[in-house]
């Protein structure tokens, strides 16, 4: 479950990749927005954002099924139809943390609006009837890092998981600080090797503590296929690769901030309550017979 298009790459990809390879599995993605209020980092398509010819959404549906294609994802869904409800945009708070634009500046249909909760809860439990899921991955309450639509994207996934017959684990998509401290570390000399960006600090980057995190998803096996699908999502990111064998992988967004792309992707198995499962696992289906 996925607030806007490149989301789903950038925190899950490589979970996507592994499970969707695996032949006894089967991955749905939910994209609630097209990203319409995102910038362009790609200068001659500078004039699809939403303050110029507005024709950004439609733009990157394209890059999110050439991002879908290269992680092998086959079904992916838009909540409530394509162009249901629109990026809400942000603003920025406390250098790496956003907050919900004034509510006099929302477009009609965004996706943070309190009034379209009851209908985004009613469209996703349709998809959870459809697809029976048994393991569901979201955001945590804060959605990360604060945006809007991330944390209405969590309180609708929490909803329609609680009353969703199928579903036995639920999941939100975390960074644990020590985790985002080695990638960096490894970067440390990447400057030298062409990084074309600021390197990040562990300050500038979401985080949660080591000990709020239950499952490390190897993903080192899937890093090309979710190389591959961050390139795809041409305006909203580049992809930095250092030298062959030095193992050095960034990417930055139109902050041009380098940040780290990490083999591990993790997240904090959660009750119905929201309160962290005391478990450790490295595998979203470990002991699922038992739930």
């Given at each position: ?50 303050d110029r ?26 909540l ?5 409800w629109?990026?809400s ?40 009837a ?17 945006h ?12 329609a ?17 020590a ?20 390197l ?10 080591d000990?709020?995190?239950?499952t ?75 739930w």
């Amino acid at each position: 479950m996925h607030a806007h298009p490149d989301d789903e790459t950038i925190t899950t990809g490589g979970t996507i990749a592994r499970y969707a390879a695996e032949p006894d599995t089967s991955v749905t993605l939910v994209t609630c927005t097209l990203g319409e209020q995102g910038e362009v980092m790609v200068p001659e398509l500078a004039g699809l954002a939403a303050d110029r010819a507005d024709q950004l959404g439609g733009y990157r549906i394209g890059e999110l099924a050439a991002a879908a294609a290269a992680l092998g994802l086959a079904d992916r869904r838009m909540l409530g139809g394509t162009g249901r409800w629109r990026d809400s945009g942000m603003v920025v708070v406390e250098g790496v943390h956003a907050a919900a634009p004034p509510r006099e500046q929302l477009h009609a249909r965004a996706f943070c609006a309190e009034e379209q909760r009851a209908a985004q809860v009613d469209a996703l439990a349709e998809i959870m009837a459809d697809v029976e899921p048994h393991v569901v991955v979201g955001y945590d309450p804060s959605g990360g890092y604060g945006h809007p639509d991330h944390v209405r994207a969590h309180e609708i996934t929490m909803a329609a998981a609680d009353s969703a017959p199928s579903v036995r684990k639920v999941y939100w998509s975390v960074a644990p600080a020590a985790d985002v401290a080695a990638g960096l570390a490894e970067l440390a000399g990447a400057a030298e090797h062409g990084l074309p960006w600021r390197l990040a600090t562990l300050a500038e980057l979401p985080s949660v503590p080591d000990d709020t995190v239950t499952t490390r998803v190897d993903v080192s096996g899937q890093l090309g296929a979710k190389v591959a699908a961050l390139r795809a999502h041409a305006t909203q990111l580049t992809v930095w690769a250092g030298p062959a064998g030095s193992g050095e992988l960034a990417f930055a967004l139109t902050n041009e901030i380098g940040v780290p792309v990490l083999r591990a992707e993790s997240y904090s198995l959660v009750g119905a309550s929201g309160s962290v499962r005391p478990v450790r696992e490295t595998d979203l289906f470990d002991g699922i017979e038992a739930w």
